[in-house]
């Protein structure tokens, strides 16, 4: 157990290790950092503030990177120890922890360990997701009570690593077929666990979330969906299809990576399920074969999964961690149905891994370089607005801000920076907190319920006075608003 465990250890830090570098403030780092705000329990994840409020004995909390971030790889490795022990021990050493470090072969992952605080909250959620199929053997009902509490910690922790937890429990079933339990056994578990999830959930939105959400709907916390609720499926399923194309992975070939690791998966379900039949010709048996043949697609929805019931999808890559999920549980499918002499087939899950490790070094350096240039932007339109320090002005923004070269070039290969690194010069909630962490104080229109429109931006430019004009921008001004012109064409645009 201590030789995973420093293994698993050694492995996570290396993969966080360029975050840790790039040392970087990531959006509601921003204004936690400044104002020390906590307010996770608002969007319905009380127990991430009950963890932070005690780490900190305050409900103000202060920047204490990177301790948060060593705690999350402490806490993993010690879940993917566990995980490997029980699933990868009587198997070759690589094999266990190629399968078990496929966690990783998620570029998406990254903004995950991007956050200085919620990094913390979010890495709690998945080693619960991944924990709570990894409880020594108890009585059934002190099992059921458990599972149910653990799936109520992870909703109140953060809700879509529910989506993995579920993934979790076909491992188990995997597991117990590899084991050639009997098919009563076998189904029975997993009735249990799919009630224990069905029976948190209800707990969770009946009255966890009530008594703490703010109430507020915005569009990155949507509600979910009351009326024409198949519809919404369908939309939400075409967005989160074309978003995982763009980004996923290069030359627009996201779900193609995807979808042949499902089809390995449904491949290796089938070994799996025919050794478990040729064990005992029995109709109980085929049915649980049939059944294992069925998992790998439920697995696949479940990357998805209770975001499809949402009013609106949810396009940020913390969105898509349950890819983790997937990618684990498909590794680990492959890992039992391809040894002895066919264990080189397992091999091609080093390919994704590859993918994601390179991806967030890239990232690191990418958003450490914007970072550089977004600085830059903010110290000059300080130095623009010197004269104006008395006065109070919102501020508006047109087109997109400079990127770096360096980000830029990284960008053909790696499309999932563009979702990763965020446009702060844009107008949404963000680039104030992140201009005030670099000194620089202006007003933000959203926080006065204002809002930016084309007819404002129209205004800014044609009406307004150009007050600066640089390589980047032209800064105008007009009545109380400062509209930053990074198109540089003015009213002309």
């Known amino acids: 157990m201590k030789k995973y465990y420093n293994s698993y250890l050694v492995a ?24 020390g705000y906590t307010n996770w329990g608002g969007d319905g994840r009380p127990l991430a503030d009950i963890i932070m409020k005690m780490m900190f004995l305050s409900s103000h909390v202060a920047d204490i990177f990177p301790l948060p ?3 999350s790889i402490a806490l993993l490795a010690f879940v993917f120890s566990l995980y490997h022990k029980q699933n990868f021990s009587s198997l070759p050493g690589w094999i266990g922890a190629l399968a078990t470090l496929s966690f990783f072969a998620n570029p998406y992952l990254a903004e995950v360990f991007s956050y200085r605080f919620d990094v913390l909250t979010l890495s709690c959620a998945l080693a619960l997701s991944l924990a709570w199929v990894l409880l020594p053997p108890l009585n059934r009902i002190v099992r059921f009570v458990i599972g ?14 529910v989506n993995v937890a579920v993934m979790m429990a076909l491992v188990v079933t995997f597991r117990q ?9 076998i189904f029975m578990s997993l009735l249990q666990r799919g009630v224990e999830v069905l029976v948190a959930s209800i707990i969770y939105l009946k009255i966890v979330l009530p008594s703490t959400f703010s109430g507020d709907h915005p569009a990155n916390h949507p509600n979910i969906a009351g009326n024409q609720l198949w519809l919404t499926i369908n939309h939400n399923v075409q967005a989160y299809w074309d978003f995982i194309n763009q980004t996923f992975y290069k030359d627009g070939k996201g779900m193609a990576v995807l979808v042949a690791i499902l089809i390995l998966a449904v491949i290796s379900a089938a070994v799996i399920a025919l050794r478990y039949i040729r064990a005992g010709m029995k109709h109980s048996r085929i049915a649980i074969g049939l059944l294992a043949l069925l998992l790998p697609l439920v697995a696949f929805v479940m990357i998805a999964g209770n975001l499809l019931f949402l009013e609106n999808a949810l396009l940020v890559p913390r969105a898509l961690l349950s890819i983790s999920g997937f990618m684990l549980f498909s590794a680990t499918l492959m890992a039992w149905a391809f040894r002895g002499k066919m264990c080189f087939v397992f091999a091609v899950m080093a390919v994704p891994l590859l ?15 914007q970072d550089n240039i977004n600085q830059g932007v903010v110290y000059q339109l300080k130095n623009d607005t010197a004269t104006l320090a008395d006065q109070n002005f919102y501020m508006q923004f047109v087109g997109t801000s400079p990127r770096a070269q360096v980000y830029k070039n990284a960008l053909r290969n790696y499309p999932v920076l563009g979702v990763l690194i965020p446009e702060y010069f844009a107008n949404w909630w963000f680039p104030f907190p992140y201009m005030a962490l670099k000194g620089y104080q202006v007003l933000n229109p959203l926080k006065d319920d204002l809002t930016v429109t084309n007819e404002n931006l129209h205004e800014g430019l044609c009406q307004g006075e150009r007050i ?8 105008y001004k007009y009545q109380n608003r400062l509209t930053v012109d990074f198109t540089l064409q003015g009213c002309q645009r």
């Open 468 to 475: 600066a004009h640089h390589q980047d921008y032209d800064l």
């Open 69 to 71: 971030l060593i705690i």
């Open 148 to 161: 149910i509490a653990i799936i109520i910690a992870i909703y109140s922790l953060y809700q879509i690593a």
């Open 355 to 369: 993918y994601a490790v390179t991806s967030i070094y890239v990232y690191g350096n990418a958003i450490k370089q």
């Open 12 to 35: 996570a830090f290396l993969y966080c290790l360029p975050l840790l570098i790039a040392n970087i403030y990531y959006i509601d780092d921003n204004g936690r950092a400044t104002l």
């Open 177 to 185: 077929i590899i084991n050639n339990d009997r098919p009563a056994v």
